[in-house]
Every structure is written in C-alpha cells, then in structure tokens.
C-alpha cells in the first residue's frame, strides 16, 4: 500500500469543521523531513485558554511529551499549539530537550507568551535530533496568517499525517446550562511506516469556558473508552499526545466540577467525538481491510473485560483470521484464555455479529458456518464475548493484520 | 511457505537419539484428520517411571491438559503417553472429556495400567469433537510394536508434527553421584496453520532415578529459563504441555531434593535440553526467516528483564523491522518502553550483534549504519538491551514476523 491509496475504511466525506471562537490555525513546510508537503501545524489560541492532556505511557517519553507535560502542571494554560510530522524528537537526550525549548521559544515570540503557554507535539523517526531553528520565521508567519475556517482544519488535519492515508476530523455540538458550544477534534496515527515512524496524535478544541482540572478530568475519562480502547499493533508509540483546548468564548456559566449536571451534555458530546476520532485511527491502521469491534460482556469488571477485549484485539492469530475471512472462533477462545482474567471455559460464548458460533464451552451446535463466514466478509465485523461471570463490559476497536502490515513495516529496505 | 518448505533456521542434522532405558516408542495413522501420515504417538513407560509437568496458563485450557493436570494430582506415576496431531479437543465440553478419558482407558488396556497412569497431549483444530474409538486397536498394537531406537524417536518426533517442517529433537548425558544417566527430548510447535491449528508441545525422558517431586521442581525452573523465553507471535495455546518422565533404569542413588548438590549436573544438562529444545521451536516459527535472541540486562529483577524482552520479542514492529533487515532500534526503544517495567530512557543502551546503536538515552555517536545492517543481513541476531538499573536479566528467542506468517494464517481460506 503506498500513501496515495486510501484505506477502504475510511468515511465516504471528512466532515467541515465550524469555526471555534479563540482557535486559529496555520500550516507550513518547514522541511523537517518530507518535501513537497506540509509538515507544521500552528494553532493561535485566544488569552484564558485552558489545556488538559493525557499522554503515552511509555516509560521511554519522547522530549515533546515531557515538556508537555510540565508546562500542564506549570497550568498557565495554552496559547499556541506547534506540531510537526517528519521527526518525533523521541529518545533524542539532551538535544532533544534543546530542541522543544527552541520551538517553544519561537513559538511565544510568535503568540506573544511564555514558552510555558506553547504546547508541543512530534510525530515521525525515532532517535534523530530534531533541527528546531528550522521553525525560525515559519512560525511566526503562521501565527501572521492562522484562520479559523473549515479549510484551515482540513489542512491542519493533513500536515500531522505519516502513514495516515485520510486525514481525521470530527465534530460536535453540545449545550453548558444552555449556552451553546463547539468542540472540533483531529487526530493522526495509522502505525508506523520506513523508518521509525510513530506515534497517535489527537487535538481536540472548544470554546466552552471550563477550568483546566475540570477540562483534565473529562478528558481522561474520555480517553478511557475512546483512545484507550484502540490497538493497531499493540505497540505504544513514545509519543502519544491527546490535548483539549477550552477557549471560554461561548461564555457559559462558570462549572467547578466535573460531574456538575450541566456538564452531561458537553460530556457525552466529548465522549462521542474521541469514540469517533479513535475509530478513524483503526480505520486506517496500516494495511487494514476490516475494522473489528471486540465486545466483551459478563466479566468480573469493567477493567477485566477491558483486557480480555484487548488480549483478542492484539492477537496475531485473530487479526490474521479476519483478514481471511475467517470465522475462527477457537483463536478467540485462546485470547480469551491467554488474557489472565476470570473465565471460565465452560460457560463461554462467542458471536461474530449476529451469529453464535460458541456457547457452554464448545461449538454451537446450531451453528450455520455459511453464515458466519458472510459476517467475514463484510468491512466491519463485530465480535462478541459472553463471559457469564458478572457484570463487566468493555468495547475496543482494532483492524485485521495483513501482508500490507508486514509490507509497510518491513519491505521499506530488503 | 507450504509444509513441504524446512525452515530457512532448521539445523543442518537432527541428532540421533540413544535408548533409554524403560522408553519404547511407537507411532502410527489413526485417521484423526491428515490422511497419509502418521498421527498418533505412544510412548510405553516402564513401571514406576515418575513423571512431571508445566501447562499452558490459559484460561481456557484443553481436555488433555486437565487430564494431565489430575493425573499428576493422584501421583501414581506413568506408564504410558499418547500423543496426537490434527485435534487438539480444545473447547470441546463435555465431549472432550469424555474423549480423553476413553483415549486413557484403550491405552490402559494396552499398557496393562490403571488410565490415571495414562498421560494425554492432543494438538490441532480447536473446537472440533475427538473420536476417541480411532484409537481402539491402534493403541495395542502400538504397545505391540514399541521399541526404543534412534529411528522410532525420529519417527515420534514426526507423528506429533502440525505446521512444523522439521521434526525437533535434543539429547544430553549426564552424571548423578557418578552414575551415568540419558536425556532425550523431543517438542513440536511453529505458530498455527489452516484452521485453528495452535500448541506447543515437548516431551522429555530420562532414565534417571527421581522422585517427582524432585522431578516436578527440576522442570518448573528449567521451564522459566527455556520454554518460558520462547515466543513465535505471543498467542498462547490452550493445549501447551511439557512433560518430563524418569523411569528409574539407570539405577543412581536416591535423591530426595532437587537442590542436593549431586544433581548439578544433571539440572545442567536438562535445562540445556530444554533451551535446544525451545530454540528449535523459535527455528520453526510460521514464516520466520530470521531467529532473534533478546538479551536485557541491568533490569530492577530478573522478573522485570523477563517482561522486557517479552515485549521486544512480542512486538509486531520490532519483528517486521527485522524481517526488513533495518536496524531500526527506535522500535526497540518503543518496546522497551511500552512494557510498563523499570526503565530510565537516559541511562538505555541498545546493541545489534557486536554494534552498539544507542547510549545514554540517544544515537550512539559513533554508531554506524553500515555495519548495524550487516549484523541485520544475518539469519541468527542478537538484541541486546542495557537499562543500567540492577542486576536483573533475561534472554528470550523469537523469530521475525514475515509476509509467509500472514500467509499462512490468514489466507487458507480467501
């Protein structure tokens, strides 16, 4: 698959982003790595905008994300976003660390803050210093000429690709006690591609009016069954970067607390954008041809279906499956076993979409193979997982593995 | 790669086996689901052979593995195994059960033993019901046949065979209290083939005189350092078993711990038979072109090196990268990361063979491309991780992750 394909995944439209109050936004070639192609996106963010993020577990952070986080705790909020595709800045040491103080440098001067106010973000090889005066200029021209229409967020969900063959755009509206807001979001990740490439990015923006610890705790919560719930390869980049923005340009009532009533609206909003958001990174999972969704049902807990979910989602064996069309059920049956969860063979039943295949711990015994294997041929494929031991439910998202993954992670030199 | 193809990393000869005494083997086509080859493997024990076992951890574990499990339980020793390829009476209920305890009441009537004496190990399609009564007639006749030469251990090591495409075979000798004693072993396993195929299999015999639990103690820390450190894709099968059986032939003294300092040796060489043993599953992984030994030293424990480089092994980026002969120690980086133990990015350093990539948590200055892709371009490579942290270590093999993988999981059907 070479970039200029499209996954078969992909929605029929990118939807056209509406304006957000306070958000503006500019793209650039700065050459980082790629030629002929827009690599930086800046994002002007009005004064008291508020930021919460939550970022890769990896114990082996890239410097982007580092200072991400401490400028969160700084909590000066945001006034300027800078990403750029081409180089991650991961495991870069010291210069690494040179590097994001740079680009935030150039950035504040550019928005009129402190480096603290500029939020950073790299996608692209792991283990090469990353040139920051190569933003000297650029970014201040952005800043000269950010704009906040539909066109502006196409672009800036184009110049964070790698190996993305679409760019990912969603949007929502919702109301706070009343008062109307927006929340934009794109995201980038696919997998990686020739050499190192890494890494999911998300930004999502509003012009709600929330404090940031309100902000922080919807976001997480969010992420816990949107982003968290994804899985190419089960392999975590360095670099993963979700941030929300909040200008406050709707003017809504002032909110304390996350769980705040009036708040159910917005969140369910911000739930459904970051479900979507997250989709679109399993609809374009490198070399995908099926996106998967595992459900797991009648676990001990929430957390317990949640690993079984991903045990399947991560299995080569089902991921292989897929691609063939395949009903498989008894590789299901051994991700299931191999999770280290509750589960009880004997009680286990298995569906793919509406078909049972497996129940008490064997095959179904009015199970039709014909019309499982038209469940296998579809696009979208759902499998179901009917524990039996308690109330636990989880729902992830993943795509089959094909020769086209193995191809675009591998070939790019033999 | 169809079955006919031997393993690029198949040794160039498969040892010759001695006798052992108290072994008899016999192997023959009882028709389970491959037509024309053998199928079945009957390994007679003499009386008071002891035996003991490690099972697959799997939730879902197989009808033999619970039958072994049990009767190892009640103790009564060993008196003969069957083996059988093509089935492997997973996720089968009530009728797996009621399978395996048929298969130990014909072959307790060819062997002259109680089926508690009987030891099980089935691999091949899950969820597909065993006919048991196939094995009428050829279990005696096996019993019949049995003999304890170089060529009836080839021919076991053949008959328990699914996607492998060479037959695996290791033999040491050793001394207890200067008696001179024999380990033969044999195992099977390469990944998973058309439909549902999984299991990793091995059996080991001696005719060291031990008592179980002596002999239990001995294979379950052999296991941690051989079995325990082998990965082909991370799937763990619902039916892995390894058994280790001592008839007591050789005559030594009576041993009654496995920490008595007159079995050194012995536990030397048993847990080298079980690394070739393993190594040569890595050999045999689906696909595999190349075969990879991770090495991570410098961990907080022993434990936390283990899950390192179980998470570099398991990675589909680091397996693809290396199937693309790319030294692309990013990924390494990301595993190493991603595996949620003890590590600090600024002290990591990486070495490809000989060739150190990375130091201090960045590219090595001095590192060096060209010879890194040399390193790359052989058919067996090191990857060597150094946290700098303890005095934890760890090796696994794994093999890399090719198109021929995809192939041959996915694409039997479409």
Chains 1, 2 share one sequence.
């Not at 696919?190 to 705790?217: C, H, K, N, R």
Request: with cysteine; net charge negative.
């Amino acid at each position: 698959m070479s970039s200029t394909e499209i996954s078969p995944l992909a929605p029929a439209a990118s939807p056209s982003l509406p304006e957000i109050a306070g958000v503006r936004l500019a793209t650039a070639q700065a050459g980082i790595r790629y030629k002929n192609r827009t690599d930086v996106l800046y994002v002007a963010l009005a004064e008291g905008t508020e930021v919460a993020g939550v970022f890769t577990r990896s114990r082996c952070p890239s410097a982007p994300v580092d200072w991400c986080r401490d400028a969160l705790k700084a909590g000066k909020g945001a006034r300027a976003l800078v990403v750029n595709s081409g180089n991650a800045n991961a495991f870069t040491g010291l210069k690494g660390r040179e590097a994001v103080s740079l680009t935030a440098e150039i950035a504040g001067q550019a928005a009129g803050c402190a480096p603290e106010a500029v939020m950073i973000a790299s996608t692209g090889v792991i283990g090469e210093p990353l040139d920051a005066r190569k933003f000297e200029g650029v970014l201040a021209d952005c800043a000269a000429r950010a704009e906040g229409g539909a066109e502006a967020w196409t672009r800036a969900a184009t110049a964070i690709m790698t190996t993305d063959t679409f760019p990912k755009l969603a949007t929502r509206r919702a109301a706070i006690d009343g008062v109307p807001v927006t929340i934009n979001g794109i995201a980038k990740g696919a997998g990686m591609i020739a050499p190192d490439m890494a890494t999911m990015l998300s930004f999502a923006f509003t012009d709600a009016a929330l404090p940031q610890d309100v902000l922080q705790e919807l976001l997480s919560a969010g992420t816990k069954t949107s982003f968290n719930c994804v899985t190419v390869d089960g392999d975590t980049s360095t670099s993963d970067t979700l941030l929300l923005f909040a200008t406050g340009a709707a003017g809504n009532a002032a909110v304390t607390r996350a769980d705040d009533p009036r708040l159910s609206d917005f969140r369910a909003a911000l739930d459904d954008l970051l479900i979507e958001l997250a989709q679109l990174v399993a609809r374009d999972g490198e070399g995908a041809n099926k996106l998967v969704t595992v459900e797991v049902e009648g676990a001990e807990s929430d957390a317990s279906a949640h690993r079984i979910a991903m045990s399947i989602a991560n299995s080569p064996l089902v991921k292989t499956a897929v691609a063939g069309e395949d009903a498989n059920w008894g590789r299901v049956v051994m991700a299931v076993g191999k999770a280290g969860e509750p589960a009880d063979r004997d009680r286990l039943a298995i569906w793919f979409g509406d078909v049972r295949v497996a129940v008490q711990g064997a095959r179904d015994p009015d199970y039709s193979e014909e019309a499982a294997s038209a469940v296998m041929r579809r696009p979208e494929i759902t499998v179901r997982v009917e524990l039996g031991l308690g109330q636990g439910r989880a729902r992830v998202w993943t795509c089959d593995l094909t020769k086209a993954y193995v191809a675009i992670n591998g070939d790019y030199r033999s």
